[in-house]
């Protein structure tokens, strides 16, 4: 099945600092989402970008579906954007659309 | 508003017994999925379904069995056979169609061992 890989696995942020996640992934896919796991364990949709850009506030994604790989960038981090960060994927040989989840980046952002 | 909910949110399961987990969404969505989530780790498939009445196993469906009666539900029952439940399961759906369309997740039920 398709692998998934997310650097870095841990991420320490002061207040105000901008980071980028990255995933990377071994097919061609037809779904890549980005979610936010929360403390309470709520997953949180942040985006659906299989490729391309979008942005939605202090986050943005870029996909580069041809050489396999999609960045989540966060600028002007808040504590509230502590929590786990999930990109999943699906290959475009899977019908059914199953997701295929990388491990996480867990980021911390201190005041 | 449209969504999905699952219940309980917490569940004990006392050894040999079966626990049935809920989930159910009002989003007219078509495929519907059961993931398992242990501490530090990333989401792995149970069961999918895309349609009424069938339903596929996914990568852990060992210990775990589900039904698809209605459109608009998918509970999963965790048996006696699965000697490690203890974990965080989420359900999720999505519409059908040519490509992928995105994943909708409903908050979680945590299982746990008396």
């Known amino acids: 099945g398709i692998q998934v890989e997310q650097s870095p696995p841990d991420l320490i942020l002061q207040e105000g600092a901008n980071s980028t996640l990255r995933c990377n992934f071994s097919?061609?896919?037809?779904?890549l989402q980005w979610f936010h796991q929360n403390p309470w364990g709520q997953l949180i949709n942040l985006f659906y970008?299989?490729?391309g850009t979008k942005q939605n506030g202090r986050l943005s994604a870029t996909t580069v579906a041809t050489e396999r790989y999609s960045l989540l960038y966060i600028s002007s981090s808040q504590t509230t954007d502590s929590g786990v960060y999930f990109c999943?994927?699906?290959?475009?040989?899977?019908?059914?659309?199953?997701?295929?989840f990388g491990a996480g980046t867990q980021v911390v952002v201190t005041p | 508003d449209g969504g999905i909910t699952q219940s309980p949110k917490y569940l004990f399961r006392k050894e040999g017994q079966n626990v049935t987990l809920s989930c159910e969404q009002n989003?007219?969505?078509?495929?519907m999925y059961w993931y398992r989530q242990d501490p530090g780790q990333g989401l792995r498939l149970i069961y999918y379904?895309?349609?009424?009445?069938?339903?596929q196993k996914g990568d852990i469906a060992e210990g775990y069995s589900v039904s698809r009666e209605k459109k608009e539900s998918f509970p999963l029952t965790v048996t006696s056979a699965q000697k490690n439940p203890t974990a965080f399961y989420l359900c999720?759906?999505?519409?059908?169609?040519?490509?992928?369309?995105?994943?909708?997740f409903g908050d979680g039920t945590r299982l746990s061992i008396l």
């Open positions: 999943a994927v699906a290959g475009t040989t899977d019908s059914w659309g199953k997701l295929q």
């Open positions: 097919d061609s896919v037809n779904n």
């Open positions: 970008i299989p490729s």
């Open positions: 989003l007219n969505h078509d495929a």
């Open positions: 379904s895309q349609i009424v009445n069938d339903f």
């Open positions: 999720a759906s999505n519409p059908l169609g040519q490509g992928g369309q995105p994943q909708h």
